[in-house]
């Protein structure tokens, strides 16, 4: 099944950095708070659903015995679950990331436009 775990994320990553850029230009214009927020939002939504669509789903199966293990069996078993559990890793590390980068623009035009950053001195 040829899905998205078989791309490249560098090429994911860079083709949603231009549209975040190119929706940003275009919402800019707009010069709406609420299109703003809206449209970061929608789009925190994509770039997470695309993270979790990338972390695999692996189960091995279960032996009876342990005499139905074979070394090559097990090896490559092992191997596969390794790799999974990196790019789960991977995935988590990436979903922290964007929540943080997203949290922040968020927050910055509401403080922006309630001016919030004034009233504290």
């Known amino acids: ?65 342990v005499s139905d293990l074979e070394t090559k069996t097990l090896l490559y078993q092992l191997k596969r679950d390794h790799d999974a559990l990196v790019r789960t890793t991977e995935a988590f590390h990436h979903l922290f990331l964007v929540t943080v980068l997203f949290a922040s623009l968020i927050v910055t035009p509401i403080i922006k436009h309630y001016k919030i950053d004034d009233s504290v001195k």
Do not use: C, H
């Not at 230009?25 to 997470?48: A, D, G, M």
């Open 1 to 65: 099944m040829g899905d998205i775990r078989n791309i490249d994320s560098l090429y994911v990553g860079t083709a949603l950095l231009l549209v975040f850029i190119i929706g940003q230009l275009i919402v800019e214009r707009k010069n709406s708070l609420k299109l703003t927020l809206q449209f970061r939002l929608v789009f925190y939504i994509v770039v997470v659903g695309i993270i979790m669509l990338s972390i695999p789903t692996v189960f091995s199966g279960w032996y009876e015995e």
